[in-house]
T-cell receptor, first 112, second 111 residues
Framework: DGGITQSPKYLFRKEGQNVTLSCEQNLNHDAMYWYRQDPGQGLRLIYY???????QKGDIAEGYSVSREKKESFPLTVTSAQKNPTAFYLC???????????FGSGTRLTVV | KQEVTQIPAALSVPEGENLVLNCSFT??????LQWFRQDPGKGLTSLLL?????REQTSGRLNASLDKSSGRSTLYIAASQPGDSATYLCAVYARAQKLVFGQGTRLTINP
């Protein structure tokens, strides 16, 4: 079955550490996205990519970085510059046909 | 700037009732509108996708309508079941290929 795989499901980060969240899709979608979800604040867009080797900042890109070297993969790095990284991170992809979005199951990041 | 509002924020009803969730958006220049379901600690599951040229979509006990001119969409759930308990999110796909979400409606179906 086609879908989006996010790993790990849970991630713990120490102060000053960079961590990378994985997102892989086998839907042959061109566009991929990273969202952050905090209680009471809804989903906020971090970065998005419409094509390989190209990506754009979303609404809250500071302290995050991404790469898009393959169509199937869009990893997100949470850097030490992100002062409040504890949140639920969701990856998504969309087709150019109907622009319907498909989401992964999420990664919960906690700072320890 | 596109803003999406969902009312009510929370809803609790007895099992078997028909119910309506509301979504409104400020800019009618949208490409489509999508309804999602989210269970606690889980990702988003797509329920229905309505293209801008369509007025409604149906899947099983779910029916979603779209009125672009008034900036409104409704999600109708027939014969509600305890398994329908979840947070329902409305999102519009607008310019610059960005999906804008509402805050969600937290639905509880009581047995």
């Amino acid at each position: 079955d086609g879908g989006i795989t996010q790993s790990p499901k849970y991630l713990f980060r120490k102060e000053g550490q960079n961590v990378t969240l994985s997102c892989e899709q086998n839907l042959n979608h061109d566009a991929m996205y990273w969202y952050r979800q905090d209680p009471g604040q809804g989903l906020r867009l971090i970065y998005y990519s419409q094509i390989v080797n190209d990506f754009q900042k979303g609404d809250i890109a500071e302290g995050y970085s991404v790469s898009r070297e393959k169509k199937e993969s869009f990893p997100l790095t949470v850097t030490s510059a992100q002062k409040n990284p504890t949140a639920f991170y969701l990856c998504a992809s969309s087709s150019q046909g109907d622009y319907g979005y498909t989401f992964g199951s999420g990664t919960r990041l906690t700072v320890v | 700037k596109q803003e999406v509002t969902q009312i009510p924020a929370a809803l609790s009803v007895p099992e078997g009732e028909n119910l309506v969730l509301n979504c409104s958006f400020t800019d009618s220049a949208i490409y489509n509108l999508q309804w999602f379901r989210q269970d606690p600690g889980k990702g988003l599951t797509s329920l229905l996708l309505i293209q801008s040229s369509q007025r409604e979509q149906t899947s099983g006990r779910l029916n979603a309508s779209l009125d672009k001119s008034s900036g409104r969409s409704t999600l109708y759930i027939a014969a509600s079941q305890p398994g329908d308990s979840a947070t329902y999110l409305c999102a519009v796909y607008a310019r610059a290929q960005k999906l804008v979400f509402g805050q969600g409606t937290r639905l509880t179906i009581n047995p």
